[in-house]
């Protein structure tokens, strides 16, 4: 007997693909058949089509290709691979008396249409176009269920059935930075739960929050801090990094003196009052100590989708770096990629557009390597921290000091962000800063301003009332 195949019905997106892909990570059918609405903008149809073309290169595992990154090229922070189901579609005018249409697709994709599980999901699309899904007619030996699948938490539940759920799977966050158009491209790092010592963060947190309230220099804070984590049985290893890409060159490895297990490193340059990457780095251990969440990610850089914008923004980022251009020369020497032209490496600062341009022509020539280190200058947007976990996801972004002029500013980047890439429904954002004593608060439902310490502080924050932050000298 031939085996039941399941297709799925959904109406494709304009906004976004997100909604779409998570319809069928849940319902894992056979076939997806997408009801694209035919409409008189140009514009829209073109939005349908790339919309169509992401969920496909997903679906393939291939979507860096879409957005024109070299087959070649090892991304630190690829998207989730797709499940390589068969994607089909169909152009219609009118949903309700073009049901026949319909119908008759159903029917050419399956031999014996009456031993297939035919969902139709009404999750996405125009309200009005939804509606007119769910009247639509077909022939008795079509079994048709009708399912709503939440993109927050991946749930589908069947509507005017028993009430039946999928358990949910939802897309992971950098997966969904990709979808909607922002390939992640690199990071200062990432803390997974699952490999670091959570007793060993909280010990040293506690520590470090003692010696902050301290008035001194960050030397002497350093000092004082290594003191008091050897006291309580900690040790904070000096690990030397040199590469002219990375702005923070030094860092600290730490972990208890009798059990190296489930260590993690941090920023040497701690308490400084002008790089703010050690902040960002305590503000992932807090907030992977205390929220439910599985990974943090520090420092993501977000590039254009746009391969010659990606070039663009990485040219105009490096004509001023001069020992970046010179590194990147002699990298570029030992490849045997100089021409004459720029042998000489006076030429290359004496006329930094046109190697720039170079670099360019050059590109497929270079090693991944190289091209990674390259991309990284051409980051457009920067989260300081994402932590995520199956029940918490937290944006964050980091300053030093907060006040009138830079908190409104932050909390509007960053809310600026989460719009624009992101569903769940409880993902959280928050301006965190080094001012351990500055009153922390709650601008708005999912909306924070707190010290790193306050972060730890979950329940706490949690139960803040809305309203206007009071900025204090």
Known sequence: MMAS????????????????????????????????????????????????????????????????????????????????????????????????????????????????????????GRKEDVANLTRMKFSPEIKISIWYTDSNTGESVEIGGESKQIDGKVLDQITSFWLEGFPVIDSVG??????????????????????????????????????????NGIKMEYLPIQDFFISEHNQFRINYLDNPEGSFVISANLFSKESGIWLEQIAAIAALSEWDVDRAYVGLLLVSSNRQKRMQSMKKMLRYERQKMGVIWSKMMALGLISNEFSDISQILKYPSLFLDYICDQWKNLTPELQAVLLTQAAERELD?????????????????????????????????????????????????????????????????????????????????????????
């Open 5 to 124: 195949k399941k297709i799925l019905v959904e109406i494709l997106n304009k906004s976004g693909p997100i909604p779409n892909i998570c319809s069928i990570i849940a319902h894992n059918p056979d076939i997806v058949l997408f009801i694209i609405m035919n409409n008189p903008k140009g514009e829209l149809t073109e939005k349908f089509d790339e919309n169509l073309n992401r969920i496909v290169h997903w679906n393939d595992s291939n979507l860096p290709a879409f957005f024109e990154f070299d087959e070649n090229y090892e991304l630190k922070h690829p998207p989730a691979n797709g499940i390589g189901v068969e994607i089909q579609s169909i152009y219609l005018d009118n949903l309700v008396d073009e049901s026949a249409r319909i119908e008759h697709k159903l029917r050419a994709l399956s031999d014996n249409i009456s031993s297939c599980e035919i969902i139709l999901d009404v999750s996405s």
């Open 190 to 231: 990432i803390y997974n739960k699952s490999e670091i010592n959570l007793q060993l963060v909280t010990d040293f947190l506690d520590c470090f929050e003692q010696i902050a309230r301290e008035e001194s220099e960050p030397e002497d804070k350093i000092r004082a801090l290594e003191n008091i984590l050897e006291t």
């Open 385 to 473: 921290v994402l932590a995520e976990g199956i029940i918490d996801t937290l944006f964050v972004e980091c300053g030093l000091t907060p006040n009138e002029t830079t908190v409104p500013i932050k909390t509007s980047q960053i809310a600026s962000l989460v719009h624009s890439t992101s569903l769940r429904g409880y993902n959280l954002s928050f301006y965190c800063h080094s001012n351990i004593d500055f009153s922390m608060g709650r601008t708005g439902s999912r909306i924070f301003v707190c010290s790193w310490a306050q972060l730890r502080n979950k329940s706490r924050l949690l139960e803040l009332d809305v309203q206007p932050i009071i900025y204090s000298d």
